[in-house]
């Protein structure tokens, strides 16, 4: 059910990339850094995926209840690449849309300055959790060997990685309530519109909701990761919130890139 899951998301995100590069094509526009970003952010979501199918091939790696620990450092290393890319891959279908957003937007300086604010502190924020995951323990053998085990003197106790990851998966989840929020009151304060028009455009624009709930659910399982005694199935659970939170980023951020369809629909409205 997990792989279903991840991969169907993957498949369905990867088709509304290539859809959005030959929207562009067509219509002779030029490939901006946001584009780039976000064909990075599928190939990590690819990546997720690969892994996400890996952890669960892997013998017991199947996610059973009542394993509390799974000593393989295949399981761990698996486990661990999959929750990085977790963090990576919607880190640069956010910053996509943010640039989208600065680029078509006609908001105020001050929100501009907060939005390149905001997307430098994505940066630094997600790219130092990364960081963490993988020298949580010193090196990669020891974080293979024992990072899923709590009490290990040469890893960073799970009570400050606890601490830390809410933190980032708190910062991610409001990061996109601010960008489903933000369109929508923009376009609501333009006056030279019809209400079905503004209607249409703020859906549009405002997909990233669904990201939001991912991430609320997120910050959910990451607390269930480092709280309860079976880490694997709650381990399952988060790989499927992890794959809808990354993948519903990239719809979010590529479904107004096709956007003649609707707004051209709108315009003659």
């Not at 761990?76 to 943010?98: D, E, N, V």
């Amino acid at each position: 059910a997990t792989l279903t899951v991840v991969w169907v998301l993957t498949g369905f995100s990867c088709t509304m990339v290539v859809a959005r590069a030959i929207t562009k094509a067509i219509r002779a526009s030029a490939i901006l850094v946001e584009d780039y970003l976000m064909l990075v952010s599928m190939i990590l979501a690819i990546l997720f995926g690969v892994f996400t199918s890996l952890l669960c091939s892997l013998p017991l790696g199947r996610l059973q209840p009542g394993l509390s620990s799974y000593p393989a450092p295949q399981f761990a290393r698996a486990l661990y690449i999959s929750h990085a890319l977790g963090f990576m891959a919607p880190l640069f279908g956010r910053i996509s849309f943010c640039l989208y957003m600065l680029r078509i937007l006609d908001i105020s300086l001050l929100t501009k300055l907060a939005m390149r604010a905001l997307i430098v502190l994505q940066l630094v924020v997600n790219l130092m959790m990364t960081v963490l995951v993988f020298t949580q323990c010193g090196s990669f053998e020891a974080l293979w060997k024992h990072g899923l085990k709590p009490g290990v003197p040469s890893c960073i106790r799970h009570d400050v990685l606890r601490v830390i990851a809410l933190s980032v998966v708190t910062f991610n989840a409001l990061t996109d309530l601010y960008m489903t929020i933000l369109p929508t009151v923009v376009v609501w304060k333009i006056q030279a519109m019809t209400a079905r028009k503004k209607c249409g455009i703020a859906v549009v624009l405002g997909l990233s909701f669904f990201a939001t709930i991912a991430s609320i659910c997120k910050i959910y399982y990451v607390n269930a990761l480092y709280t309860t005694q079976y880490v694997l199935p709650i381990a399952e659970r988060l790989m499927i919130v992890m794959g809808a939170e990354i993948n519903t980023l990239i719809i979010a951020a590529s479904l107004p890139i096709l956007g003649p369809l609707f707004l051209h629909r709108f315009s003659r409205a």
